[in-house]
């Protein structure tokens, strides 16, 4: 008995750019129909991924992500396993290429939250089945379909919307900036000079932006969400940066005080709504530390729509991973 022939190219998802303005554009609208399926029956989905599965490989704590991904494949009629590694790095018992290629020979696709980008890269190298990025230090794609999705269910259709981040430059900024490089549109990241988003990925978003005609813009001045269609912020601390410490880079009390003390001016509060404008929406990825990022007459107020982003995560990864599957 012989093993399948892997496919030519095996489609990952480790970063926005890997699916092109086309991909992009075709998981929101596939989402969308998927979205709309199930709501009017519960069990519309159950024949899309039949039979197939998704292993999870979790360095990091999670909520939206697990359950999402978890009851997401479920609703499409495949099922997921969770392997927990918050106490034990990927490579640590083994290394990174045979745990892939383990992996392959039982699952479908792989869904990794880690804390290293190059972990993905590696799984990937070694991996004939699809691995998908739930979160690494530098990306975040699954987030940002989600944001691409709930911006369009707002009436900021892709290629149109305008969306300033607010805060620190970080791995939701960096996949929020190369979506809008990819699909057209503004994004105006506004962070102390010394937060900005990574230069080499500011870089690339910029080249990709000349043949999208997207605008990618940095400033220091929180005024400058003026006219933007949302205001985006995210936690200023990262989430277990480290092993065995869930505060991650808030463990050490002076960084963060003197992180707080950078970031402070950078508050989304009902003020800086108020200079975006009447038409602005309010993003967090979630979770939210409220008071600090983000004030509850914010995120509680009525532009607020970061519960529709959670739910689209559900959605948006639903169609994604239809994508990836449908035609293995």
């Not at 012989?2 to 095996?10: D, F």
């Not at 869904?111 to 739930?134: D, G, Y």
């Not at 999208?212 to 985006?232: H, L, N, Q």
């Amino acid at each position: 008995m012989t093993l399948p022939a892997p496919a030519a190219v095996t489609p990952h998802l480790l970063r926005t750019t890997d699916l092109g303005r086309e991909g992009v554009l075709e998981v929101l609208v596939e989402a969308a129909q998927l979205r709309a399926e199930l709501r009017v029956d519960p069990r519309a989905g159950l024949d899309r991924l039949a039979g197939r599965s998704l292993v999870m490989l979790f360095e990091k704590p999670s909520l939206r992500t697990r359950v999402s991904f978890e009851i997401g494949i479920a609703k499409l009629g495949g099922h997921a396993v969770h392997l927990d590694h918050r106490t034990e790095r990927l490579g640590v018992r083994e290394s990174i290429g045979d745990y892939a290629r383990n992996l392959e020979r039982w699952t479908d696709v792989v869904v990794a939250r880690v804390f290293e980008h190059r972990t993905l890269e590696q799984l990937a190298e070694a991996s004939r089945v699809p691995v998908v990025n739930a979160l690494s230090d530098r990306f975040h794609p699954c987030q940002a379909l989600a944001d691409l999705l709930t911006l369009a269910d707002h009436g900021r259709p892709p290629g149109e919307s305008a969306i300033a981040y607010v805060g620190e430059g970080n791995n939701v900024c960096h996949s929020l900036m190369e979506s809008i490089a990819v699909v057209g549109g503004r994004f105006l990241a506004i962070t102390p000079p010394d937060r900005r988003p990574d230069r080499g990925i500011e870089q690339e978003c910029r080249a990709l932006a000349e043949a999208s005609g997207a605008k990618i813009e940095w400033s220091d001045d929180p005024a400058a969400v003026a006219g933007a269609d949302a205001v985006y912020t995210d936690t200023w601390f990262s989430m277990g940066s480290s092993m065995g410490s869930s505060m991650g880079d808030a463990a050490d009390p002076d960084l963060a005080r003197d992180k707080r003390r950078e970031l402070a001016g950078y508050r989304v509060d009902a003020e800086l709504m108020r200079i975006a404008g009447p038409q602005a929406l309010f993003m967090h990825c979630l979770p939210a530390h409220r008071g600090e990022e983000v004030l509850d007459e914010v995120i509680d107020g009525p532009a607020s729509v970061v519960f529709d982003q959670a739910e689209n995560r559900m959605h948006a990864q639903n169609a994604l991973l239809f994508r990836l599957l449908r035609d293995r």
